[in-house]
């Protein structure tokens, strides 16, 4: 059975989870294809396993849009490829696009869909809800099923004015992904009908990677000599609510507890975060390091005490998922599934959202308690183990994918 994962770009580092699954579902037997609107070379350096012999063949870039005169130059070679390697899928599908929307709409959607129709697939899965607004009717044109992901930011933020964004996408996918009930619960407040197919499957991370270090720190900290170490993990946006880190931060400071921040991340968000870290006096204890390779990543987790995760909504996060494997008590807010993602005080903390004096509390109370630290950390890798293995969550795809192709065929 051949799947098409739609994504916008491939590989990435901070969607490492969809290497993982892409490779994944390969292992699980699936013909399984990448399609995607750019694939930057320098990113293939990141995940070694992404170069074994065959791998790239199967990482697809759509035909050039923009501007329009190149697609329109390009439409008649797209033609030919289809009917080279799809005949019968390409004169369905431009049969029924001319019928419904005429010659130029039809044509213009044929070349969107180009991409899919040489693979001629039996399922297209949309990783990511606002990618297939325009496109989820394409099952019907090609003849295949079609399943969408929500993760988070397509629900909370995208077409919030627009009482209809999602309307093609509740008529014309066969089946919903999303990460946990939290995001359900959302889809249905945006007009998703009770009764769609669904499926939740959390996030899920391969363990082996994650092993945690010996810390060897079983004394209280925040000392001069040996302050608390705290990291953040993720890109460098204002829903992640790093300012509100900052500001927990200088609290900590304040009240003798010394530290040491490190942010992991990149992206537009970084000259304010940059800003606030001078307001607030911290340029000796607070350090952002940029994005890192998942080694790297791995690495400053092994240095760091704690994690941090300010962020005022959030779908899920890998990285708390992450640090829990290894062995790091969590402290985060209670933005949309982080109440899924941590246990309240067995693996770490969560506390409301926007509340600095909240942070700065849970992060001292684990700087003075190092058997609370220890304790954390061990329950944290025993929940990640036995609830979020890779395997269990390629294993769920694998299900939920087969039930969609064979319901009603």
Not at 137 to 148: F, P, Q, R, S, Y
Not at 188 to 193: A, D, L, N, T
Not at 281 to 302: A, D, K, R, T, Y
Not at 329 to 354: K, M, S, W
Request: hydrophobic share 45%; proline share 5%; with cysteine.
């Amino acid at each position: 059975m051949r799947a098409i994962l739609f994504i916008s770009s491939f590989p990435m580092l901070s969607e490492t989870f969809l290497v993982s699954k892409f490779l994944g579902l390969l292992g699980m037997g699936w013909d399984v294809h990448i399609v995607c609107y750019e694939s930057n070379p320098a990113q293939w350096l990141n995940y070694p396993a992404l170069n074994k012999l065959g791998i790239r063949k199967r990482v697809h870039r759509t035909w050039p849009h923009r501007p329009r005169w190149l697609a329109l130059a390009r439409l008649p070679a797209a033609l030919v490829a289809c009917l080279f390697a799809n005949p019968d899928g390409t004169l369905r599908y431009l049969r029924l696009a001319i019928r419904r929307w005429g010659w130029i709409k039809g044509l213009r959607r044929f070349y969107l869909d180009a991409a899919f129709i040489v693979l001629r697939p039996d399922l297209i899965h949309f990783e990511f809800g606002a990618l297939a607004i325009e496109q989820a009717d394409i099952g019907e044109l090609l003849g295949c099923k079609v399943t969408v992901s929500f993760r988070g930011y397509d629900l909370n933020f995208s077409g919030l004015g627009d009482t209809g964004y999602y309307s093609s996408v509740w008529c014309h996918a066969d089946a919903l992904h999303l990460l946990g009930q939290d995001l359900w619960q959302r889809a249905v407040r945006r007009g998703c009908p009770p009764n769609k197919a669904h499926e939740l499957i959390p996030p899920a991370i391969d363990i082996e990677k994650f092993l945690p270090e010996e810390r060897g720190n079983f004394e209280p900290l925040g000392t001069v000599e040996r302050p608390l170490r705290i990291l953040s993990v993720g890109r460098l946006e204002w829903k992640k609510g790093y300012e509100f880190a900052l500001q927990a931060v200088r609290l900590l400071q304040d009240a003798g507890v010394e530290c040491e921040y490190r942010v992991i991340g990149s992206g537009a968000y970084l000259e304010p975060l940059a800003f606030t870290r001078h307001q607030l006096g911290l340029e000796n204890c607070v350090e952002f390091l940029g994005g890192l390779s998942h080694p790297q990543v791995i690495e400053q987790m092994n240095w760091a005490d704690v994690l941090l995760h300010a962020a005022v909504s959030e779908g899920f996060c890998n990285a708390v998922l992450e640090a829990q494997a290894i062995q790091l008590p969590v402290v985060c807010t209670d933005a949309g599934g982080l109440r899924e993602n941590v246990e309240d005080g067995e693996t770490g903390f969560i506390v409301p959202r926007r509340d600095p004096q909240a942070l700065a509390e849970k992060l001292s109370r684990l700087a003075q308690d190092p058997r609370l630290r220890q304790r954390m950390g061990q329950s944290g890798r025993e929940r990640v183990t036995s609830q979020f293995a890779l395997v269990d969550q390629i294993n769920r795809f694998d299900q939920f994918y087969r039930r969609v192709l064979n319901h009603a065929n």
